[in-house]
């Protein structure tokens, strides 16, 4: 499914259901010990699919630890991006050698609920929102939007350490191409090969009731 909008360079896995046997390290137990039910589900699952997918490069299990904000703790050398949703689990691993930086989500394909759009929208996305609704009903675009900017926060994260808001990216959407690109409206930074980044280029797909987008960046 989701491997539909990666490049052949990253191995991914998903699942929509959870693995009923946990495949968990004692270090990622402990992240989640007083956690309820439904996280403990949603951790365990996508970290199997990342094992996997892992595995698929020729790395052996290892425990995915997080930093200070959350985001997963990579193997040396490789880079990834883990989702989740209901009924829907995925993760997407690459060598840094081939990707500098990636990242996946997936939603639930239905409106936003209320009050999101306008948190999450900047400048003329609201626009752009109600001409691709008046073209393309059959999308709720408001909620791709949303994961638009989700992956392109996971990309943007693992190489600045830096938080990036909703309203500090604006995107355009190419329909026919299934892409978007996402301008950053903070300064861009540097990356070896690509020189000063400002603006992200991901892609997205609709299907089995899911808004699919990912966002990667080859090595320079």
Known sequence: MIDEILPPQVMSVARTDDVTVPDLFPEEEALIERAVLKRRLEFTTARHCARRALARLGLPPAPLLRDERGAPRWPEGTVGSMTHCDGF????VARRSEIATLGIDAEPHGEL????????TVNGELALLERLAADHPEIHWDRLLFSAKESVYKAWYPVTKRWLDFTEAELTID??????????????????????????DGRWTVRDGLVMTSVVIPAG
């Not at 689990?89 to 997407?92: D, G, L, M, N, P």
């Not at 070896?192 to 603006?199: D, N, R």
């Open 113 to 120: 609920p209320d009050g999101v759009r306008e948190v999450v």
């Open 175 to 200: 329909v026919p191409g299934r892409g978007f690109t996402a301008r950053l409206l903070v300064p861009g930074f540097e990356l070896p090969g690509h020189g000063t980044v400002k603006e992200f």
């Open 89 to 92: 689990r995925a993760a997407a």
